[in-house]
Each structure stands twice: as C-alpha cells, then as structure tokens.
C-alpha cells in the first residue's frame, strides 16, 4: 500500500466517527440541501438546461485549441496581455516577474481553486509580498493555516462557535462574538487591504471566447473590489474554463449558482473587459491572463476522461456524495476532493499516487445525477479504476482478489467445496482487517443456507 493511500485510511477512519466533525457538516450541508431544493425551481425545465449546458461543454471540449486561441486574440485586442504556462513552475515564474516588473508589496486575492494547485499565498509570501484572501471563507482558512475543506465553501467544516474562537485568538475578538460582529470586523479589515494593494489576483469562473472576456461570480463583493481597486490585475484560468459566447452566460451563471449555493444569482457577478479606459474612474492599469494547463492536457488526451474537463465547479457532486459527507474534505489530502477531485487528481499531479481514491466511492451515480453539466463521475471513477488495476497499479485485492472472488461465488459447487471451518480460519487470518474493527465478528456456519432448505424440507 503506497503511503498517500495508507494516511487516507487512517484518516478516514479517524475524521468518520468524529461526531463533532460529522455534527457540524451535517448541518452546513443540510443547510445547503434546503437551499437548492427551493433554487431548483428557478429552472422551468431543470433537465432542459443542464442538457443544453452539458452540449455546450462538449462543444467546448471538442473545440478546445479553436476557442483558446480566438479567447487569445480577442482578449488582446481588449488591450490584456495573455500568457500560457504548461506547468505551476511557469506560472510562479511568470507571476514574480509581473510583481518585480510593477514593484508589487502588497496583494488582494478572490477565491481560486488554481492558486491552491499552484500554492500561490506561500509563494508570494516566501518572496516578501503580502498575499491575503478576500473571500470570508478562504480568510478564515487562511487566518487558520489550512487550505479550502470545499471548492465553493472553503470553511464548511468549522462552526460558527470555532471562527469567533479563531478570530478572538488572532485578533482579540470576543470569544463570543456574533456572525454579524465577526463579519463587520473583517469587512473593516479587508477595506483597509483593498486600498493599500498593489495587485489583484483572481481565477476566472469562465473565459468567453467570442469576447476575450472574464466572467467573476461570488456573493460577497470582494471580487469586484479585488478588479476595481489596484493598478494591476493577473488572472490565472486553467484552460478548461472557456465557453464560446458572452450569451451563453444567461445559463451558467444561474445554473452555477442554482446548484453552487441554491440561489438564482449570485449576489455579485462581474466581467473583466481589459484595463480601464481614459474616460473610466476605476479598474486595473494593466491586466496579465495566465492559462494554466497544469495536467489538463493529460485528462485531455485521454478518450472519455476529457468529459471532466467540462466541469464548472459547483461542488454538488461533493455535496451529495456519501462518501464525502462522511470522511470531509480535507481527508483526500488533494486540492480537488470529492467525486470529481478523485477522477482528476491523478491526472492534474502528474502521479498516479492519488489514484486510490477512485476506489472510494460507493458508485451510488448520486454525483452524476447532480451534475449541472451532465458529467458521467460515477462511469469516469470506474475507467479510472479499469486503469490503475490494468497498469499494476492496485493492490491484491482489486488486482488478483476479485478474480478468485469471483471463480467461487459464480460457482456454488466450488464455494461449498471449501469448509466452514477453513472460512473461518482465513477470515481470522487475512479478512480481519478487511471486514473491518467494527462490524460483528464474520462466522460461516458448518451447513450453507441451500443444504439447510432441503434439510428442512426433507423433515417437513
């Protein structure tokens, strides 16, 4: 057992009988359940637009060097300066040299998946420049020392008691201070940072090809002011994030928002045209576009699995998964967790060390049911599977256990040659651990169920 796929055992059996942990997901994600079950009924025909967007995704998908190259020439002619980057060595590269280039001490950030694949807040750090998150969820986190729990809601696995405990040991809070009272003080905090940054960093919820545009959804505001207060700007995209036309918007926007959050519409959506013009009172001077593939490519290439490039990352699938709900975020110890961080993460690394985590699933298919945009997860996990064990990359079980599994319990004949007793013996031996410390101990009786029918009917 390869050591990633160890601590995820060990971990999972720990954080899955936390009940304080489980207490306090159950109620964010009850919380969200409710939401969408009321947002759901924006969409006269739920089915209908999911159907249209996932045709869109798979245009974009077949369609993908087209759409990324006229994004390219349309974004330059909106006067923004493009960048590709093959790899997050690149990135980091390209994003110091815009920061000595602009003398850049101090930088705002929006909540963005890609700055966690590229550990962009440690990096800046570590070269002297000041990196804070201005989304309240990923502040937290980031005040916390962790990274995000959740792709749409980074803190959903502390309390409102843990936050005012938090903020009270950083800042001098009350220890009992209310929602309101922790939000006002953080929302005076931030103003103060958007004011004294020198950059803006953000990701990009879509990429509009048709206008070399990006498009910002989010609830707090922090977004807007993070494109509307410093003099320069970077967005960091990994290439999957294009669609065609500015109009397609008028369906992922509320979609991402329907099955994100459960509301229509975020509070807050903006899109980013190119630096301000002379006639405009705010925006940035300069705007850099990064496209970061970043492993895509690798998904890309691969028959099928590239449907998971169309995800729009709306966290549903998370949400809805048992296996998730049960184990949490931070247990798969991958920037992407959930049904669709298993499917990509062994292609986004560059490794195939993260690949047990395909094989924890329950394949319920809840995940693809879900999915705005129609991605198969539940059939991607199982290619996925197919793929490690045919590369040797799983263990006995998968590998050579199943084989024999099968042989004898497609066989009664067979199963019954083998006694009880010697069952037994293997279950103690070797099935122990397998069957886990928690269920009743697992005893074959000395006659199958069959032979006591027909011994019973013998006597009836």
């Known amino acids: ?48 637009a999911k159907n249209t967007a996932s045709s869109i995704k798979d245009y974009v998908v077949n369609n993908l060097d087209h759409l990324l190259l006229k ?78 729990y959740h792709i749409l809601t980074p803190a959903m696995h502390k309390s409102k008691e843990d936050i005012a405990k938090l903020f009270s040991e950083k800042f001098g809070t009350a220890a009992d201070a209310s929602v309101e009272e922790l939000t006002k003080y953080v929302r005076k905090l931030l103003r103060e940072q958007f004011v004294q940054a020198d950059m803006g960093i953000t990701g990009a919820n879509f990429l509009i090809a048709d206008s070399g545009s990006i498009a910002l959804t989010e609830n707090e505001g922090n977004g807007l002011m993070t494109v509307s207060w410093p003099e320069t700007q970077i967005v960091i995209a990994g290439f999957e994030k294009i669609i065609p036309e500015l109009t397609d918007l008028d369906l992922f926007w509320p979609l991402l928002s329907v099955m994100g959050t459960g509301q229509k519409l975020t509070a807050y959506n903006s899109i980013l045209s190119g630096p301000r013009a002379d006639d405009e009172n705010d925006g940035p001077t300069k705007v850099y576009v990064i496209l970061f593939d970043g492993g895509r ?72 049911d879900v999915c705005p945009v129609e991605i198969p997860l539940h059939k991607l996990l199982l290619l996925n599977r ?49 069957w886990g410390k928690r269920r009743a101990p697992l005893r074959f009786p000395k006659e199958s169920f069959s032979k006591r029918y027909m011994n019973n009917r013998k006597d009836s």
């Open 71 to 148: 994004f390219e020439k349309n974004a330059k002619a909106n006067n923004m300066e493009v960048l590709w980057a093959k790899t997050a060595e690149d990135v980091i590269k390209q994003v110091l040299a815009i920061t000595e280039r602009h003398k850049v001490k101090a930088v705002v950030k929006t909540k963005s998946m890609v700055s966690e694949e590229l550990e962009l807040n440690k990096i800046l750090e570590e070269n002297n420049i000041k990196s804070l998150e201005t989304d309240l969820g990923e502040f937290i986190v980031q005040l916390a020392g962790e990274r995000p």
């Open 297 to 368: 490519s690798n998904v890309f290439a691969e028959k099928d699995h590239n449907l998971a490039l169309k995800c729009i990352r709306c966290g549903a699938c998370l949400n809805y998964c048992p296996v998730y709900q049960n184990i949490g975020g931070f247990t798969y110890d991958t920037v992407y967790s959930g049904p669709i961080g298993s499917v990509l993460s062994m292609y986004l690394d560059g490794s195939e060390d993260t690949g047990h985590l395909n094989f924890a699933s329950s394949l319920c298919g809840k995940c693809t």
């Open 386 to 434: 197919k793929k490690l064990v045919e590369q040797g990359n799983a263990g006995f079980i998968e590998t050579k256990g199943y084989k024999y599994f099968a042989k004898y319990m497609g066989s009664r004949r067979k199963l019954e040659k083998i006694k009880s007793k010697w069952k037994n013996r293997a279950m103690k031996s070797f099935g122990k651990k397998a």
């Open 1 to 48: 057992m390869e050591p990633r796929e160890k601590a995820f055992k060990i971990e999972s059996e720990k954080i899955g009988f936390d009940l304080k942990h489980r207490q306090t997901i159950k109620h964010n994600i009850g919380k969200y359940f409710r939401s969408v079950e009321k947002g759901v009924n924006y969409f006269s025909d739920l089915d209908a």
